[in-house]
């Protein structure tokens, strides 16, 4: 697939670094993105807004007087094609209120479709301040979390809403999930799967969304997404940690990331090394995103993003 460059396997990164004891994470298809661009969506928008995720219910969802802040990375020409895209996400339990959520995830885009995966604390949904598997999706001005029509779960042992048994210490262990979206070529379908390392390193299907519910993302995305979000319905104090509660810096051990962000391009190939990767505006009293670049044939691009567990600290 691609250039036929295929990640390295390390044991230490696998087996004691990087993975999670409810299965073990394995890194894998460390390749880079290219022409990406950073977005530090900092300003808070007080006007009607959709997707809020607090129900599981399939409707438009309609938020008055709140805000989401992105810090994310994406690819930046809308003129391309992508088929897939993957990433590993460190495994956090941010702190939130009961009215708000928090997230980490992977996601493709292309006009009003989306669909996105990886980990969500949200009280209102969850019932607990816990990070749970989540897949949502938006079609039409319409968007579904989770348990509801549309997403076909197939796994049994990795179930949409499970929580991890371990989480990342500050500057120390780090846990993760490999999670990636691709559209299959045997059937059109837009499969999200995860990659864990028993005996051997193995990619197992979660699910997928079929073709049929989209129109825009039918046959292809023409953004892709890495990062974390934030909702704050309420403009509440204090505001919803991301990540780790902290900012972002290039240090794993002590910022949320995304490892080994990849995507699939419209030949079915994985891209290396990137280009035309720049800030659009970061700001440093809120969330924030790092793009670390390519850092190793194990980590693979790394992506830190993260805040405020206090706006006017790390």
């Given at each position: 697939m691609g250039n036929g460059k295929k990640a390295l396997y390390n044991?230490?990164?696998?087996?004691?670094?990087?993975?999670a004891s409810y299965v073990d994470w394995n890194y894998t298809n460390v390749l880079n993105p290219e022409d990406t661009h950073k977005v530090w969506d900092c300003e808070a928008s007080y006007t009607v807004k959709d997707a809020g995720w607090k129900t599981e219910e399939f409707g438009r969802l309609m938020l008055y007087g709140g805000y989401n802040e992105d810090?994310?990375?994406?690819t930046n020409n809308l003129d391309r094609k992508?088929?897939?895209v993957a990433g590993v996400l460190s495994l956090y339990k941010p702190v939130v209120q009961p009215n708000q959520w928090s997230t980490a995830r992977i996601k493709l885009l292309n006009g009003d479709n989306s669909f996105e995966a990886g980990w969500m604390v949200n009280p209102a949904i969850f019932k607990d301040n816990e990070a749970h598997l989540?897949?949502?999706?938006?079609?039409?001005?319409?968007?579904?979390?989770?348990?509801?029509?549309?997403?076909?779960?197939?796994?049994?042992d990795m179930p949409l809403g499970v929580v991890?048994?371990?989480?990342?210490?500050?500057?120390?262990?780090?846990?993760?999930?490999?999670?990636?979206?691709?559209?299959r070529q045997d059937d059109g379908n837009w499969w999200l799967s995860f990659t864990?390392?028993?005996?051997?390193?193995?990619?197992?299907?979660i699910g997928y969304w079929p073709k049929e519910l989209f129109t825009s993302l039918k046959e292809f995305s023409n953004q892709v997404e890495w990062g974390g979000e934030i909702f704050n319905p309420e403009l509440s104090t204090p505001p919803?940690?991301?990540?780790?509660?902290?900012r972002a810096i290039y240090d794993a051990q002590y910022t949320a990331a995304v490892f080994n962000a990849t995507y699939v391009n419209e030949s079915?190939?994985?891209?290396?090394?990137?280009?035309?990767?720049?800030?659009?505006?970061?700001?440093?009293?809120?969330y924030t995103v790092k793009d670390g670049g390519f850092t190793s044939e194990y980590l693979g691009r790394v992506i830190y993003y993260g805040g405020p567990n206090n706006p006017l600290m790390l």
């Amino acid at each position: 697939m691609g250039n036929g460059k295929k990640a390295l396997y390390n044991p230490f990164y696998t087996t004691s670094v990087m993975h999670a004891s409810y299965v073990d994470w394995n890194y894998t298809n460390v390749l880079n993105p290219e022409d990406t661009h950073k977005v530090w969506d900092c300003e808070a928008s007080y006007t009607v807004k959709d997707a809020g995720w607090k129900t599981e219910e399939f409707g438009r969802l309609m938020l008055y007087g709140g805000y989401n802040e992105d810090a994310i990375v994406h690819t930046n020409n809308l003129d391309r094609k992508f088929l897939g895209v993957a990433g590993v996400l460190s495994l956090y339990k941010p702190v939130v209120q009961p009215n708000q959520w928090s997230t980490a995830r992977i996601k493709l885009l292309n006009g009003d479709n989306s669909f996105e995966a990886g980990w969500m604390v949200n009280p209102a949904i969850f019932k607990d301040n816990e990070a749970h598997l989540y897949a949502s999706f938006t079609t039409g001005g319409k968007g579904c979390i989770n348990q509801c029509p549309g997403f076909v779960q197939v796994a049994e042992d990795m179930p949409l809403g499970v929580v991890p048994s371990k989480y990342s210490e500050y500057g120390g262990q780090q846990q993760a999930w490999d999670l990636s979206i691709i559209k299959r070529q045997d059937d059109g379908n837009w499969w999200l799967s995860f990659t864990r390392t028993r005996d051997k390193i193995e990619k197992d299907d979660i699910g997928y969304w079929p073709k049929e519910l989209f129109t825009s993302l039918k046959e292809f995305s023409n953004q892709v997404e890495w990062g974390g979000e934030i909702f704050n319905p309420e403009l509440s104090t204090p505001p919803p940690e991301m990540g780790n509660g902290r900012r972002a810096i290039y240090d794993a051990q002590y910022t949320a990331a995304v490892f080994n962000a990849t995507y699939v391009n419209e030949s079915y190939e994985n891209v290396v090394d990137p280009e035309d990767t720049h800030k659009v505006w970061e700001c440093e009293k809120s969330y924030t995103v790092k793009d670390g670049g390519f850092t190793s044939e194990y980590l693979g691009r790394v992506i830190y993003y993260g805040g405020p567990n206090n706006p006017l600290m790390l």
